[in-house]
């Protein structure tokens, strides 16, 4: 049960390049988020989703796209990288509902956009 | 919009003391208070989870929540080397869109 992982674990982009962070579970969870984390900050959440074929916007989904075609994987897709973008990205997939919730997180991809 | 908020610190305790974090938010529709310890240069890890007003022990630590004040702080008791670290406050109402989480407070514990 290896739970979240996340691939690659660091990038190096150039500006106006493109990537993928892959994200995949193992734990059969229908919610999965991914997160951003600027020095010194909090997470803030990207995107979300809650089932396969079902995504949504978070609080800064600018600059970003996700899919979401099976349970296992929620892939994060930036496009035309900018500076602003270097950040440390997580995903996390959740457990239960209400009271009974719980996230889980990945080990977290590094990108600096240079 | 929905907030936590958390001194950044960095706060500083001698090894054997009791370290108190502390965390307000501001949507009264949270249902569930989490605490979170994030090493340097890792992802964060649950530590504790509260729902209800009052205590909740787990060893070394206890949550506190207090919602009428809109308040969740956290206690480790025995500080060890080992507990500093960056401690994420994050709050949920339950709804599909996860977590909120506050900056985070750098705890140091002195030997």
């Known amino acids: 049960n290896a739970g979240v992982t996340q691939t690659p674990k660091f990038r190096i982009l150039k500006i106006g390049q493109s990537m993928t962070l892959q994200c995949t579970q193992d734990?059969?969870?229908?919610?999965m988020y991914w997160y951003r984390q600027d020095p010194g900050m909090g997470l803030k959440l990207i995107y979300y989703?809650?089932?396969?074929?079902?995504?949504d916007k978070g609080e800064v989904p600018n600059g970003y796209n996700v899919s979401r075609s099976t349970t296992e994987d929620f892939p994060l897709r930036l496009e035309l990288a900018a500076p602003s973008q270097t950040s440390v990205y997580f995903c996390?997939?959740?457990?239960?509902?209400?009271?009974?919730?719980?996230?889980?997180f990945g080990p977290g991809t590094r990108l600096l956009v240079l | 919009q929905k907030e936590v908020e958390q001194n950044s610190g960095p706060l500083s305790v001698p090894e054997g003391a009791i370290a108190s974090l502390n965390c307000t938010y501001s949507?009264?529709?949270?249902?569930?208070f989490f605490w979170y310890r994030q090493y340097s240069g890792k992802s964060p890890e649950l530590i504790m989870f509260?729902?209800?007003?009052g205590d909740k022990e787990d060893g070394r630590f206890t949550a506190q929540l207090n919602k009428a004040s809109q308040y969740v702080s956290l206690l480790i008791r025995d500080s060890q080397p080992s507990d500093s670290a960056t401690y994420l406050c994050?709050?949920?109402?339950?709804?599909?869109?996860?977590?909120?989480f506050g900056k985070g407070t750098h705890l140091i514990i002195q030997p």
């Open positions: 996390a997939s959740r457990r239960g509902v209400g009271r009974q919730e719980t996230q889980y």
């Open positions: 734990m059969n969870h229908n919610y």
């Open positions: 994050a709050v949920s109402d339950g709804g599909a869109d996860g977590l909120t």
């Open positions: 509260i729902y209800s007003n």
């Open positions: 989703s809650v089932g396969a074929g079902i995504t």
């Open positions: 949507d009264r529709g949270s249902q569930s």
